[in-house]
Every structure is written in structure tokens, then in C-alpha cells.
């Protein structure tokens, strides 16, 4: 068994109210419950869970890139979590300011790209 420490902390009587309601409705110990509690917490700060407002998003990439990459953000102290969210979001509003699109009716499968038909008509090419 896991070596374990008590930990105490005092609490408004607002909120240890609420924490002693929620325990009984749960059916846990208080241990049990501020254990769940903490370790949830610290999951999701990890980013080991994923909320309604946040998604996954997933690529394999050369391992050359990778590694360029790594050594950029590090140089400067960037997350690639942000990094990425600033790229992207920095790319789409590009592209939507460029020229808004009715439909995207074919996918064209080259270094993942897209094809759209633009309002005018014309087909434009957008890599990914």
C-alpha cells in the first residue's frame, strides 16, 4: 500500500459546506473524496483531461521537423500548445479573410490538401 500524509487546511464555511454535501452525495470517505478531488484537479492542470471547451488535435510529422521544432520553442520558452493554437488561429483568419468559400465539395489528397469552390467560381488550393 501506497505510503500516505494527512493533510488539514481550514476552509470558509461556505465551501466546506459544499465539499461535505458533494462528498455524502458521492458516497466517499472525505479522504477518499478530497484524494479524487486533488488528483482530478491535477490531471486536468496536466492536461490529462479534457474539458467541453478543449480538443485534441494530433499529427505525425517527420522526425527531423519534430526536432526542429523542439529545439525553436525551447530556445525562446514556448509552449507548442500555444505555439500551435497562435499558428492556426494566425492561419485561419488569413484564409478567411482572403476570400470566403460557398462549399468544399472535393478533398484533394496531397500533402493534405484542400480543395474549395470559391464564390467566383474558381478552385483554390489551401494546404493544411
Known amino acids: 500500500m501506497?505510503?500516505?500524509?494527512?493533510?488539514?487546511?481550514?476552509?470558509?464555511?461556505?465551501?466546506?459546506?459544499r465539499v461535505r454535501q458533494e462528498q455524502e452525495k458521492a458516497g466517499m470517505t472525505l479522504g477518499e473524496y478530497v484524494e479524487a478531488m486533488i488528483t482530478e484537479y491535477y490531471d486536468w492542470k496536466d492536461g490529462k483531461i479534457m474539458t467541453g471547451e478543449m480538443r485534441t488535435l494530433a499529427a505525425q510529422i517527420p522526425a527531423e521537423l519534430f526536432d526542429r521544432l523542439d529545439r525553436y520553442l525551447k530556445e525562446r520558452g514556448i509552449k507548442k500548445?500555444?505555439?500551435?493554437?497562435?499558428?492556426?488561429?494566425?492561419?485561419?483568419?488569413?484564409?478567411?479573410?482572403?476570400?470566403?468559400?460557398?462549399?468544399?465539395?472535393?478533398?484533394?489528397?496531397?500533402?493534405?490538401?484542400?480543395?474549395?469552390?470559391?464564390?467566383?467560381?474558381?478552385?483554390?488550393?489551401?494546404?493544411?
Request: charged share 20%; glycine share 2%.
Open 81 to 128: 500548445k500555444d505555439f500551435l493554437v497562435d499558428i492556426i488561429t494566425r492561419a485561419l483568419e488569413e484564409a478567411e479573410a482572403a476570400e470566403p468559400f460557398s462549399s468544399c465539395p472535393q478533398l484533394l489528397i496531397f500533402t493534405v490538401a484542400i480543395c474549395c469552390t470559391s464564390l467566383s467560381g474558381k478552385c483554390v488550393f489551401s494546404a493544411l
Open 2 to 17: 501506497e505510503t500516505r500524509k494527512n493533510l488539514c487546511a481550514m476552509l470558509p464555511v461556505a465551501l466546506h459546506t
